[in-house]
């Protein structure tokens, strides 16, 4: 009966990562948070998917469709970066690669607080290589705002309108 159950167990919880997960690859499943003085660069699973469409008719006007987010800290007092897409008001769908997608974002940093957040500016780039998407921030002054608490871990986002996926993730702080 014991192990009926764990079989069962394992079971439901591996259908839940596949279900949650089917656009990226499960077998490469690898997030990385590299830390330096001069470069902190976030790397996220590779998607399985060729072709995104965006600005969809069925979302509303200035909701969310995509996010790759890096997230210091909580929603009340950190920190959040990463290529964002709202559908604005007015704009026909769109349809490319991955990298077409990344372009069409918004590349913005902002402070989180309790009364929802304060745009600060840009934190450096994203690019696309391998099907995966890499965040990099190249201001040392900007990484050691960020970073100055040594954080042990970051929560790395990737939020489509088909699936949403969420890791802590250790940092490895280089020299």
Same mark, same amino acid.
């Given at each position: 009966?014991k ?28 997030w ?9 660069s976030? $790397? =996220? ?5 060729? &072709?995104?469409? @965006?600005? &969809? ?6 909701? +969310?469709? !995509?996010? @790759?987010?890096?997230? +210091?800290? /909580? /929603? ?8 964002? #897409? =709202? ?10 690669? #991955? +990298? ?9 940093? @902002?402070?989180?607080? /309790? ?8 934190y450096?780039?994203? %690019?696309?290589? *391998? ?7 190249? *201001? ?6 960020? =970073?100055?608490?040594?954080?042990? $871990?970051?929560?790395?986002?990737? !939020?489509?309108?088909g699936? %949403?996926?969420? &890791? ?6 280089? &020299?």
């Open positions: 009966m192990i009926a159950f764990a079989f069962l167990f394992m079971m439901i919880c591996c259908g839940k990562l596949f279900a949650q997960s089917k656009e990226v690859a499960v077998e490469d499943l690898k990385v948070a590299v830390v330096s003085e001069t470069e902190a976030f $790397t =996220f699973p590779p998607t399985n998917k060729e &072709k995104f469409s @965006w600005y &969809k008719k069925d979302t509303p006007t200035d909701n +969310l469709e !995509y996010t @790759w987010s890096v997230i +210091l800290g /909580d /929603d009340k007092s950190g920190y959040e970066f990463g290529p964002v #897409l =709202f559908k604005p008001g007015g704009t026909r769908p769109r349809s490319g690669s #991955l +990298l077409d997608l990344i372009k069409a974002c918004q590349h913005s940093l @902002w402070h989180n607080s /309790d009364e929802a957040g304060d745009l600060i500016g840009g450096g780039n994203a %690019n696309v290589k *391998d099907g995966k998407v890499r965040i990099k921030v190249n *201001d040392g002054a900007l990484i050691k705002k960020l =970073f100055e608490a040594k954080p042990k $871990t970051v929560e790395m986002t990737i !939020y489509t309108p699936f %949403n996926l969420s &890791k802590h993730v250790s940092v490895t702080y280089r &020299k």
